[in-house]
């Protein structure tokens, strides 16, 4: 099955510098990869996410781009800010089963 | 609008006791899915329901998981015979229809088994 690899496990940055995450997938079937932001007590929040088709995408301060022969996606947050402090998950699904990484703990400094 | 909700938030059960976990969708969702999520863990699939129909159990860790929806709106997570390894937060999931992309989750219940 589906296996996903996430890191780094946590990740502290001061104000205003970027932040980067990377995920690895090992099914080449897998087609469409969300990202998702979960706060102490809440469910998981979806924040972007990337079909198979598409290389890169972006949304204001966030950004996500697939490389399907390498089977990895990275997640680029710029100009952080503290209230992006929280964990991220990535996510590989194919059909109707969707696995997720282990999460990153991200912590911007004010 | 009204996202995905979830009851009760938090439950503490005794070792042996069965608990009941429910998921409202959103409103007109087809599809439902249920997840588990250890401490420090991503959430692993559990179980998916299109409408009324339980098309994959394939995730749920034993025969004391029991999940339905009969009515292909709110769904319920059922655990017999509680034991220490099921204390975990059970998320659910909500998605428009059978061939969209996106899922919205719930905030979750933390089951705490003593």
């Known amino acids: 099955g589906e296996n996903v690899e996430q890191h780094p496990s946590t990740l502290s940055v001061q104000e205003g510098d970027s932040a980067v995450i990377k995920c690895t997938y090992s099914?080449?079937?897998?087609?469409?990869f969300p990202w998702y932001k979960q706060e102490l007590g809440k469910g998981p929040q979806l924040i972007i996410d990337?079909?198979?088709?598409?290389g890169e995408k972006k949304d204001q301060r966030i950004a996500v781009t697939l490389n399907k022969t390498a089977k990895h996606f990275s997640l680029h947050i710029t100009e952080t800010q503290p209230e992006d402090s929280a964990v991220y998950f990535c996510?590989?699904?194919?059909?109707?089963?969707?696995?997720f990484g282990a999460g990153t703990r991200l912590t911007v400094k004010p | 609008g009204a996202g995905v909700s979830q009851s009760p938030r938090y439950k503490v059960a005794k070792r042996g006791q069965d608990v009941a976990l429910r998921c409202d969708p959103i409103?007109?969702?087809?599809?439902l899915f249920w997840y588990q999520q250890a401490l420090g863990q991503g959430p692993e699939f559990l179980t998916y329901?299109?409408?009324?129909?339980?098309?994959?159990k394939s995730g749920l860790p034993s025969d004391r998981f029991f999940a339905e929806r009969p009515e292909g709106s709110v769904s319920t997570l059922k655990i017999q015979r509680t034991q220490q390894e099921d204390s975990a937060v059970y998320l659910c999931?909500?998605?428009?229809?059978?061939?969209?992309?996106?899922?919205?989750f719930g905030p979750g219940t933390r089951l705490t088994v003593t």
């Open positions: 996510a590989a699904k194919k059909f109707n089963d969707m696995r």
């Open positions: 409103s007109g969702h087809v599809s």
């Open positions: 999931a909500s998605s428009p229809s059978r061939v969209s992309y996106e899922q919205y």
């Open positions: 329901f299109q409408n009324e129909a339980q098309l994959d």
């Open positions: 990337i079909r198979s088709n598409v």
């Open positions: 099914d080449s079937a897998s087609n469409y």
